[in-house]
Nanobody, 115 residues
Framework: QARLVESGGGLVQPGGSLRLSCAASGINFKLYDMTWYRQAPGKERELVANITSALSTNYEDSVKGRFSISRDNVRNRVYLEMNSLNPEDTAAYYC?????????WGRGTLVTVSS
């Protein structure tokens, strides 16, 4: 059973930065693709960034050049470095992976971008 725990969210001013972290357990972490999603109030959940086990990355268009996803296969963590944040980035951010034939999600961490 995989377990994902996000951290690092908070209140930040427009133009600021945050680094989200997702700690994974219960899986052989290095073998699995990891994805960050977000869900803004009143909107559907959307993919933000993905990193494969082979370290390939993919980003949603609106975060390209501002966000960076990375992983630490020793600490079993995936990170989302977020720069130049704007109010449209306000959302709950979730870590996700697919293992044992099903999806696993963390409980999310809230990011609020506001002055």
């Amino acid at each position: 059973q995989a377990r994902l725990v996000e951290s690092g969210g908070g209140l930040v001013q427009p133009g600021g930065s945050l680094r989200l972290s997702c700690a994974a357990s219960g899986i052989n972490f290095k073998l699995y693709d990891m994805t960050w999603y977000r869900q803004a109030p009143g909107k559907e959940r959307e993919l933000v960034a993905n990193i494969t086990s082979a370290l390939s990355t993919n980003y949603e268009d609106s975060v390209k050049g501002r966000f960076s996803i990375s992983r630490d296969n020793v600490r079993n963590r995936v990170y989302l470095e977020m720069n130049s944040l704007n109010p449209e980035d306000t959302a709950a951010y979730y870590c996700q992976t697919k293992a044992f034939g099903r999806q696993f999600w963390g409980r999310g961490t809230l990011v609020t971008v506001s002055s």
